[in-house]
């Protein structure tokens, strides 16, 4: 009866205060979430965990040492994955970053890819940025798969202590410039020695940031690092 109840209210504050989706604006049903049922099957799934070598391994290839590597969705310009994000990083809905981050869990599942992952690392934003914005976009993710895979978050391993300017216009030479001695190791690199870490971001372009928190995280002997992303532009 509480639970008929419940889906009645629901049901009733879905017709007053309707939510649209994200992808087509249309409004939501009341079990629906972020996207309705259409945009959801439409979404550009990669599929790379089930692909050893695809296009996120290819972009660190000869750059950094790595386990495996996968991306979510292809980010595609003006497409609703693109929607998806602008909506969790600057609009400030955070239920976004944890539907993606179910939704990634949900893929890795699927197949070994995440087994003998011992933490997951989000790639840090600078403390000045973070204050601006509210949160870490890639923590918000993080601290979802870790509850969904059984894997322990470690948000503190890595700092970033440079607050580079806009990345979005840069070449990738000119990323990686901006971004070196960007981050520095914040942990007692003991407790990383022979371990193997996920480092999660949400969107990945040229790759110079996770190349230049991995490339940190590297120093650690016998480290293991692996590489995920919700978004891989296109």
Not at 35 to 50: F, G, K, N, Q, V
Not at 55 to 66: D, K, N, P, V, Y
Not at 109 to 117: E, L
Request: one cysteine or more; charged letters at 20%.
């Amino acid at each position: 009866m509480k639970q008929l109840a419940i889906a009645v209210w629901e049901g009733l504050v879905a017709l007053v205060y309707p939510k649209s989706c994200i992808g087509c604006r249309q409004n939501l049903w009341s079990q629906e979430r972020v996207l309705c049922l259409a945009c959801s099957i439409d979404l550009p799934y990669t599929h790379y965990h089930h692909i050893s070598e695809n296009e996120t391994t290819a972009r660190f290839a000869g750059r950094l040492q790595f386990v495996r590597a996968t991306s979510l969705f292809y980010l595609v310009k003006d497409g609703t994955v693109e929607a998806l994000l602008h909506q969790f990083k600057y609009n400030n809905n955070k239920p976004i970053g944890v539907w993606m981050a179910v939704k990634l869990a949900s893929a890795l599942k699927k197949t070994d890819w995440a087994t003998g992952i011992d933490y997951i690392i989000p790639i840090p934003l600078h403390h000045k940025k973070q204050s601006k914005r509210g949160f870490n976009q890639s923590e918000i993710i993080a601290q979802e798969l870790s509850s969904q895979l059984s894997i322990a978050l470690l948000n503190t391993a890595v700092k970033r202590v440079i607050n580079t300017d806009s990345q979005t216009t840069k070449s990738r030479m000119q990323r990686s410039e901006n971004l070196r001695n960007a981050f520095q190791l914040n942990i007692d690199s003991g407790k990383l020695v022979g371990k193997h870490v996920l480092l999660l971001d949400d969107v990945l372009t040229t790759g110079a940031t996770i190349e230049a928190c991995a490339l940190v995280l590297a120093q650690i002997p016998d480290l293991k690092i692996s590489i995920a992303t919700i978004g891989i532009a296109t």
